[in-house]
């Protein structure tokens, strides 16, 4: 399966070396805030879990402070990976 972002065309490959790519959280709290701010509402009809495991969205769209916010990526399993690109 190819990994590629929600919002652009970004795809997981050489090309994207400095990208880094992030799973919608699981929690409901928190993924209701990346679909607002996706501004893509018929993602909530597919629910948390599903779009966990299907849709990513890539380091393009967070700006450098949200890598050290844990509200934003908190249960993305990525956050190491972010603060190591961030810096
Ligand atoms: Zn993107």
């Not at 701010?37 to 849709?55: H, Q, V």
Request: aromatic share 12%; proline share 5%.
């Amino acid at each position: 399966m190819v990994i590629k972002c929600i919002l652009c065309t970004n795809k997981y490959g050489p090309l994207s070396i400095n990208i880094t790519f992030h799973r919608f959280p699981k929690d409901y709290e928190r993924f209701n805030k990346w679909v607002n701010f996706c501004r893509r509402p018929d993602l909530l009809e597919k629910g948390p879990s599903i779009c966990n495991k299907t849709y990513k969205l890539c380091s393009e769209h967070f700006v450098e402070t949200d890598f050290n916010n844990n509200d934003w990526l908190i249960n993305t399993g990525l956050m190491q990976s972010c603060n190591k690109t961030a810096v």
